[in-house]
């Protein structure tokens, strides 16, 4: 994994979390499928590229050349590194993720909270005397 992979990473979980807080915003859920969509490409996007890093890394690890011990050891401290660097750029994305589905669950709740209390002070005893019309049958 190199620098310019990181910058891309970091780039497009940027541009996720960009994605959700406008997704959060929005008075409603419904209108929003292509933004969804949109989220849940990006989101399979980074998950293959963390996928992709990881077998770098292990090619690194795994391959089998003559090197001397400074080369060796350069080569562990590599590989430590970017197996750290791409651990944290993971756990980013997985706090990113919680967060929001955590925005998510929060709305949600409100959203329950609202409805359930609203119920309490509507009266539909008075629909009770309505006369109905028939003449429509």
């Known amino acids: 994994m190199n620098e310019a992979v990181e910058i891309v990473i970091r780039l ?24 969804q969509k949109e989220m849940d490409k990006s989101t399979d996007e980074v998950t293959e590229m963390f996928s992709h890093c990881q077998r770098l ?28 660097t791409l651990s944290n750029l993971a756990g980013d994305f997985r706090t990113s993720q919680a967060k929001f589905l955590k925005q998510i669950e929060a709305r949600k709740e409100t959203v329950n909270s609202y409805l ?21 049958d």
């Not at 350069?74 to 197996?83: D, K, M």
Request: proline share 3%.
């Open 12 to 35: 497009r979980l940027k541009q996720i979390r960009e994605m959700q807080q406008n997704h959060i915003s929005k008075p409603t859920f419904l209108e929003d499928l292509e933004a």
């Open 57 to 84: 890394i292990g090619f690194i690890e795994k391959a089998n050349v003559i090197e001397s011990a400074k080369q060796s050891l350069l080569r562990g401290n590599v590989i430590s590194t970017l197996r750290l």
């Open 116 to 136: 359930l209390a609203s119920t309490d002070w509507v009266n539909t005893e008075v629909l009770d005397d309505v006369p109905i019309d028939s003449s429509h």
